[in-house]
């Protein structure tokens, strides 16, 4: 069977391609922006691509086109796909129908922290023995691919509350059916597609009201928007997650040594200690991922001990305070950071590491939210943390940036050309410096052209 995908080079629909791929279907795909590394990692699986959408690319006809949700009316490809009548799906109800229908589905939700959750879930499954499928919005190291068809019943997958496609605007994990959810957290996001925070709640209470009465939902039980979510009505067991042990949760963890950066922690069980974790993470964030990952896991057979000892060798996942590079006593990070409550706690997590070291944080507001401004007023806020902070300020940003900075003082800096904050941050810096540079996109390649400053600046020294 013939599959063409629409929009392939997204991190969702290439996941998709490469397990279509792998379960035996003839894959094509074209996208608007068609460059490494996703080109070349899906061309080496035999998948040829097309740049563009125009109408041509549906002659010969494939047996069933999947339209990623970045495609709209008006675009050639899929006028000329309405009119054909050729068979199309989105790509979550694809996935679903031919991939998860037979399968143990273990989907992790929430505003942030899907990514990690899903990578530390996959790899303890995988550590147990259980060959899990997955498909995630990253890659994690330990399998240096963010999708795998595998041969075990268990399937990991990142669940999205962005709508689904054109045609299907209800959230993608809808379609998922799980057996077991982990809810992370819920904030207000996507102000493109949802007006307000109720609106995002009803999507994930449509995802509870598909959990069956014999599968588990792993909750923040600290976090009071799901709480409400969950009050809508609830048909599953529901097993509660915080980080203070003091909490009625029934997984918890306590920080140990001496750092207090969370990279060493002991994780209870109803008050009851079962052992420590001592790992390469930071911030109390990935503490709160491991708790969540141990419960859904145990859900599926594996016993919490065999998961402390799986999370004691996971090496984390690109984009994840990711260090990049180190020039002359300055260390870059690349994080995915792009809400002001990831960027708070991911800083707070490299100020526990760091101590009185000079922090240096470089934000990019892309995402449709941030462009929006919706953020601006708890921005500054979140990044109390930072010693110093550049605001990356294109002229389409959509928002008047003068409060944020002015709220930062002397902190606040701002740039709207890529490569002049590459040269600005590199005069700026000095040895014993973090910088940690924060988008869900590729900052036109900041953190390269900025090394590469810093290593011109070294040879001159």
Not at 170 to 185: D, E, G, M, Q, S
Request: proline letters at 5%; charged letters at 15%; aromatic letters at 8%.
């Amino acid at each position: 069977m013939h599959v063409h995908i629409l929009g392939i080079c997204g991190t969702f629909m290439g996941g998709v391609a490469a397990i279509a791929r792998t379960a035996g279907f003839t894959v094509t795909g074209s996208d608007r922006n068609v460059y490494p590394p996703m080109s070349t990692q899906l061309e080496a699986l035999g998948i040829t691509l097309t740049e563009g959408f125009e109408a041509a690319q549906l002659i010969p006809a494939p047996d069933v086109v999947l339209v990623g949700n970045v495609m709209t009316r008006g675009q050639p490809v899929i006028e000329a796909l309405l009119e054909s009548r050729l068979p199309y799906l989105s790509g979550p109800e694809w996935l679903a129908r031919e991939v998860l229908r037979e399968r143990w589905v273990l989907a992790v939700a929430g505003t942030h922290g899907k990514t990690t959750t899903a990578s530390l879930l996959a790899w303890i499954l995988e550590h147990a023995g259980l060959s899990p499928g997955f498909l995630i919005g990253g890659v994690p190291a330990n399998f240096g691919q963010s999708a795998r068809l595998a041969a075990g019943r268990h399937f990991v997958i990142e669940a999205d509350e962005y709508d689904t496609a054109f045609f299907d605007k209800r959230a993608k994990f809808v379609h998922y059916r799980p057996r077991t959810v982990i809810l992370n957290n819920l904030e207000y996001d996507h102000a493109d597609i949802y007006p307000d925070v109720a609106a995002i709640q009803r999507q994930f209470h449509h995802l509870v009201r598909i959990v069956p009465g014999s599968g588990r939902i792993v909750w923040n039980a600290a976090d009071p928007r799901l709480q409400e979510t969950l009050a809508m009505g609830s048909w599953t067991p529901l097993e509660g997650f915080a980080a203070d042990p003091a909490s009625a949760a029934q997984w918890s963890a306590r920080a140990l040594g001496a750092a207090g950066d969370f990279s060493h922690f002991e994780v209870l069980a109803g008050g009851v200690a079962l052992g420590t974790v001592q790992w390469s993470l930071i911030g109390a964030h990935n503490m709160e991922n491991a708790l969540a990952a141990i419960a859904a896991a145990r859900h599926a057979g594996v016993q919490p001990l065999r998961s402390l000892e799986a999370l004691q060798s996971f090496q984390g996942v690109a984009r994840r305070m990711q260090l990049r590079g180190e020039i002359g006593g300055v260390r870059v990070y690349d994080d995915f950071a792009h809400h002001p409550t990831a960027i708070a706690t991911t800083l707070d997590g490299l100020r526990r590491r760091t101590g009185g070291a000079r922090i240096v944080a470089v934000l990019e507001p892309r995402s449709h939210t941030m462009r929006m401004g919706v953020h601006q007023h708890t921005l500054a806020p979140a990044l109390a943390a930072a010693d110093e902070v550049w605001l990356y300020t294109p002229p389409d940003l959509g928002w008047d940036t003068t409060a944020v900075l002015g709220a930062l003082g002397g902190r606040g800096h701002a740039s709207g050309d890529v490569d002049a904050l590459a040269r600005e941050l590199a005069q700026q810096v000095r040895p014993g410096d973090h910088v940690l540079i924060m988008s869900n996109g590729g900052f036109g390649g900041l953190h390269e052209k900025l090394l590469g400053a810093l290593a011109t600046a070294a040879r001159r020294a």
